[in-house]
């Protein structure tokens, strides 16, 4: 098993920058492939960005490519979510996931979750 602990949220004006991170107990870190999904009030949950297990393969969602980067530290146990050029309409709450198997846009296909971070981005 492993758990997940968000951290980074807050508030932040358009235009500007927002780093996430997850922190993952256990030592089987490098087992799971790692996901970042958003939950906006009266919305779906929805992916953000994945990365594989080694970190070698990354996809994100259309509405963020370009300006998130999703990558991971093995040594520290921490997959970060780079938020740049911030929009309000990234206003969500942000969920860490975790799964053992491929890379996957699917939310039932993760097993673990974070308790999520708030990220609030003003006009």
């Known amino acids: 098993q492993v758990q997940l602990a968000e951290s980074g949220g807050g508030l932040v004006q358009a235009g500007g920058s927002l780093g996430l991170s997850c922190a993952a107990s256990?030592?089987?870190?490098?087992?799971?492939?790692m996901a970042w999904f958003r939950q906006a009030p009266g919305k779906e949950r929805e992916l953000v960005a994945t990365?594989?297990?080694?970190?070698?393969?990354?996809t994100y969602a259309d509405s963020v490519k370009g300006r998130f980067t999703i990558s991971r530290d093995g040594a520290k146990n921490t997959v970060y979510l780079q938020m740049n050029s911030l929009k309000p309409e990234d206003t969500a709450i942000y969920y860490c996931?975790?799964?053992?198997?491929?890379?996957?846009?699917?939310?039932?296909?993760?097993?673990?979750w974070g308790q999520g971070t708030q990220v609030t981005v003003s006009s």
């Open positions: 996931a975790a799964r053992i198997g491929p890379n996957s846009a699917y939310v039932s296909v993760y097993d673990y």
């Open positions: 256990g030592r089987t870190f490098r087992s799971y492939t």
């Open positions: 990365i594989s297990q080694g970190g070698g393969m990354t």
